[in-house]
């Protein structure tokens, strides 16, 4: 055993004499900066420049990429995606809200103190009250809001007036109205006193529109159309209308024979036929229907020589009647004394 044990140990100091010795691991890099075939690293060179500040952050920069890590950097928040979604959620509630109408916008809109109503501007009113039209339509200052109100509700009270023929309501930012009113304007009286009390009268603007009755006091010095309410049928009406409102603005003109003011009154006999009164004559003048423009142009001249004296008289003075559609293209003078 003893002799056993000598020759083993002997073997063991043999085969530590033939023994390679290891070098310790590493691994291997293809860097110029690690110097040894089997990848032990060097540290590298300290180089010295004009900008040590910058020489610092290539080393810090190398260490890096030699190591294997990088500093964790600061995530950046999407702003352009988050523009585009409120974006796209600001469009859609308000394609609701117009597809909704304007009555769904103003109930989101709150009463702003910027946007009460701080004044109001009418233009136009002349037989109307600014004030009464402003309540009528409900304008209180400092208490309207001007977000929340309803321009067309606006206009259709104040349309309510009798006296206005349009109306037209515009914001005025941040805190006025402008109220442009057009009127009625009385073009002739009608009389129909057999419909209402009073006096009887009502205004008529040129468009042939009742408008307004007439109270005491108000002004009467306008042409009075007479016998219109006997006509029914609205068709033959309307025509008779048209005839009449025809001969009015040919009297417009203001011709010195036959001006508006001459003209007394307008009466609508039986037959749906025109007869004209002067102021200052009595007698009548039968106007007919239809070619209203042609029969004023020749009742002109047929007056231009009635007031003309003869024998110190004017000829007017002795006219019994005028009949303008006698026969065609002639009028008809009768006269008292005459054959």
């Given amino acids: 055993m003893a002799i056993k044990k000598t020759l083993q140990e002997k073997l063991r100091n043999l085969g530590k004499l033939f023994a390679r010795k290891k070098e310790p691991a590493g691994y291997r890099s293809f860097d110029p900066q690690f110097r040894t075939s089997y990848g032990k690293k060097e540290a590298p060179k300290k180089r010295s420049g004009p900008f040590p500040v910058f020489s610092r952050l290539s080393l810090r920069r190398r260490k890096v990429q ?48 910027i946007f009460q109503l701080r004044q109001v501007t009418f233009s136009g009113c002349s037989a109307t009250r600014e004030d009464m039209l402003a309540r009528q339509a409900g304008l209180v200052l400092y208490q309207t809001n001007l977000l929340r109100l309803d321009l067309s509700e606006v206009e259709k009270k104040i349309a309510i007036n009798p006296w206005v023929s349009s109306v037209t309501v ?7 109205l402008v109220v442009r009113v057009s009127e009625h304007v009385p073009f002739a009286l009608v009389n129909d006193q057999g419909e209402k009390k009073g006096l009887g009268l009502s205004y008529m603007d040129r468009e042939g529109r009742i408008f307004f009755e007439v109270a005491t006091g108000m002004d009467t010095d306008l042409p009075v159309i007479t016998g219109l309410e006997r ?62 423009e042609t029969k004023y142009n020749r009742l002109v001249k047929v007056l231009e020589v009635l007031y003309k004296k003869h024998e110190n008289e004017m000829q007017i003075s002795r006219v019994e009647y005028i009949r303008m559609d006698y026969l065609e293209d002639k009028v008809l003078v009768a006269q008292s004394g005459s054959g």
């Fill in 231 to 292: 006509i029914k049928e609205e068709g033959r009406r309307k025509e008779i209308l048209d005839d009449i409102l025809g001969f009015l603005r040919q009297t417009q003109k203001n011709d010195p024979n036959l001006p508006t003011q001459a003209v007394s009154e307008i009466h609508v006999n039986l037959d749906g036929e025109l007869v004209v009164f002067l102021v200052e004559y009595p007698f009548p003048i039968f106007f007919g229907r239809g070619k209203a």
């Fill in 66 to 113: 030699d190591e294997g890590y990088r500093r964790k950097e600061k995530r950046e928040i999407p702003l352009l995606k988050i523009a585009a979604a409120v974006f796209l959620l600001g469009s859609a509630v308000l394609g609701y809200r117009v597809a909704a109408g304007w009555q769904g916008w103003r109930a989101m809109m709150p009463a702003v103190s």
């Fill in 170 to 176: 515009e914001r005025d930012w941040p805190s006025a």
